[in-house]
């Protein structure tokens, strides 16, 4: 079975400073795809940011960029200039064919 | 602009009664899910309907039981609810293999 780690809990960061994320995956699987969901306390599940596991570029948007490593199986995400609006549960995800795994999420706290 | 409706938004039940949670999308997506979120905890998918017609167990499929009514409609039925079935619903959907799946509000159901 695929499974999804996120092994911090909680993390902090100041506001404008730049947080790094962590999450590991398992799979045997060559062909599949990573996400990074934000959860806001409205309970909204919100895409951050999407990586096919075929592309070696590591995706960027805007202030939210991922240091993806197929071979350690790795896939953190890096959010630059942090605002107090990034303040949420994050949810690393994988997805090969029709299921989505979810990680057990990171609480970022943004502090002003 | 509605994207993906569930209802209701909350909801308090009583330990034998059942609860049929609707969910309904206008994206014309093929897919659809159920997931429950229980705290300290990612996402778990419940069912899935990778198309109409068809539906498939998912990680935590015991206690529920789902209906893929047309292209836009899924429901989740708890026949006779229990305690450990209190969690925040979320019903999600999506137009491709591999593309993000698109998340409704959730419900927050609770089993008294």
């Known amino acids: 079975a695929q499974t999804v780690t996120q092994s911090q809990p909680e993390m902090s960061v100041q506001e404008a400073e730049t947080v790094t994320l962590s999450c590991t995956y398992d799979?045997?699987?060559?062909?599949?795809?990573l996400f990074w969901y934000k959860q806001p306390p409205s309970r909204q599940m919100i895409l951050v940011i999407r990586q096919e596991a075929y592309k070696q570029q590591n995706a960027t948007e805007n202030r939210f960029s991922v240091n993806f490593q197929k071979a350690a199986k790795s896939f953190s995400l890096k959010i630059s200039d942090s605002q107090l609006g990034d303040a949420a549960m994050y949810f690393c995800?994988?997805?090969?064919?029709?299921?989505?795994?979810f990680g057990e999420g990171t609480q970022l706290t943004v502090n002003p | 602009n509605a994207g993906v409706t569930q209802t209701p938004k909350f909801q308090v039940l009583k330990t034998g009664q059942s609860m049929t949670l609707q969910c309904a999308q206008d994206m014309n997506h093929n897919s659809m899910y159920w997931y429950r979120q229980d705290p300290g905890m990612g996402l778990r998918l419940i069912y899935y309907s990778a198309s109409e017609g068809t539906t498939d167990k998912g990680e935590v499929p015991n206690g529920y039981n789902v209906s893929r009514l047309n292209k836009r409609e899924f429901s989740l039925r708890l026949e006779s609810a229990a305690p450990s079935q209190t969690s925040v619903y979320f019903c999600?959907?999506?137009?491709?293999?591999?593309?993000?799946?698109?998340f409704g509000d959730g419900t927050r159901l609770s089993i008294l």
């Open positions: 999600a959907s999506r137009l491709k293999p591999h593309q993000p799946q698109h």
């Open positions: 995800a994988y997805m090969v064919g029709s299921r989505l795994t």
């Open positions: 799979t045997s699987e060559s062909d599949y795809y």
